[in-house]
């Protein structure tokens, strides 16, 4: 076992959080990890009001272990979904692209705020703002890391910020929690690794794809939904690389996104004009329309398991994930990679 400052912060057993994956977490994925010992987070991008309150109260009925939701705050419904989440005192609330308006909300009845970033300045600005601990994401992850590596950026965020840091971006294994400790973190985020689980409602096409893929096979570019990201190497991600400006398919994806939300046209242009006047992280229309694009694509390769127009974010870490054990095997493999490789590091400096 390890005792750390996110352990002893979130009651949990393992210093080790499922990613809040937008349209892969689902109460069931989330409530296993937790109950297996980790920090299971829910995104919330999927749902109405009405099913992320369902579904909060399913996951209680899972497990009575802490649990979090993930929003990002410049999406549709965001202060609804954190409304929802503060009425139904959620555990933790993890967010990001956006400024946390709800922290003293969440203090008030013992939950905690856990912030998501890429950037070092980001998280000193959140710890600033009252956050109990954050996510800092390296060049490696699946989706949305920046440019700097998790070598380089764990450290420097370390030197910064006292709150506790949780390393996602290339995190798979014990060895890669062991790293991340000695590299000044508290815990690791894994989403990939949580994606390839038996739990986990990816399509088994795709999962086939991620495990014979090596390290080489993944593709980073703004194409995917207008932010840089890393996606799979799949036929869909490589023809979205070559393509130009999708406009057609970016006004069918607005379409199918605000009929899935529930949204009036109202609501929904007001929403593009509140994504563009954001005054941190803004979405040019142009980024917009590429989420709108992608969006369809992402749920092809996600839930129809469509080889050939189906895109899938994935970290470079697919390139050493061979098999899908369930999320407790996973988390007991984990835990005893990270003692083995702590004991063979001791070993090696007292050579």
Aim: net charge neutral; aromatic share 6%.
């Amino acid at each position: 076992m390890f005792k750390t400052k996110m352990t002893e912060l979130f009651g949990i057993k393992h210093p080790i959080m499922l990613a809040g994956m937008n349209w892969i977490t689902d109460p069931n994925l989330v409530a296993t990890v937790c109950n297996a010992g980790g920090l299971g987070i829910l995104a919330t991008a999927r749902y109405t009001p009405d099913e992320l309150r369902k579904c909060i109260r399913e996951i209680k009925s899972l497990t009575d272990k802490p649990f979090g939701i993930n929003q990002m705050l410049l999406m549709p419904g965001a202060q609804e979904a954190i409304k929802i989440a503060i009425e139904e005192k959620v555990p933790v609330l993890n967010y990001t692209l956006g400024k946390p308006w709800f922290i003293d909300q969440v203090h008030a009845y013992g939950g905690k705020v856990l912030g998501t970033t890429a950037l070092a300045k980001h998280a000193v600005k959140a710890e600033q703002l009252g956050c109990d601990a954050i996510v800092i994401t390296g060049h490696e992850a699946a989706a949305h890391g920046a440019d700097a590596t998790s070598l380089v950026l764990i450290p420097t965020v370390a030197s910064q910020v006292k709150i506790p840091i949780i390393a996602a971006g290339g995190f798979y294994d014990g060895r890669g929690l062991a790293a991340a400790l000695s590299l000044g973190a508290d815990g690791i985020s894994m989403g990939t690794r949580f994606m390839l689980t038996r739990e986990s409602l990816l399509h088994e096409n795709f999962k086939q794809l991620c495990l014979e893929a090596s390290e080489q096979d993944t593709l980073y570019d703004t194409v995917f939904d207008g932010m840089p990201g890393r996606a799979l190497k799949s036929k869909g991600a490589i023809v979205l690389t070559k393509r130009g400006f999708p406009v057609i398919d970016a006004f069918k994806g607005a379409m199918q996104i605000k009929n899935m939300l529930k949204l009036s046209m109202a609501q929904f242009v007001g929403l593009s004009f509140k994504m563009m006047s954001a005054d941190d992280e803004s979405s040019p229309l142009w980024v917009q329309a590429r989420q709108a694009a992608g969006v369809p694509k992402h749920l092809k390769g996600m839930y129809e398991g469509d080889k050939e127009e189906g895109v899938l974010f994935a970290g470079q870490c697919i390139g050493d994930i061979h098999d899908l054990p369930t999320c407790v095997e996973l988390i007991d493999r984990v835990i005893k990679e990270a003692q083995e490789a702590v004991k063979n590091t001791s070993a090696k400096m007292q050579a």
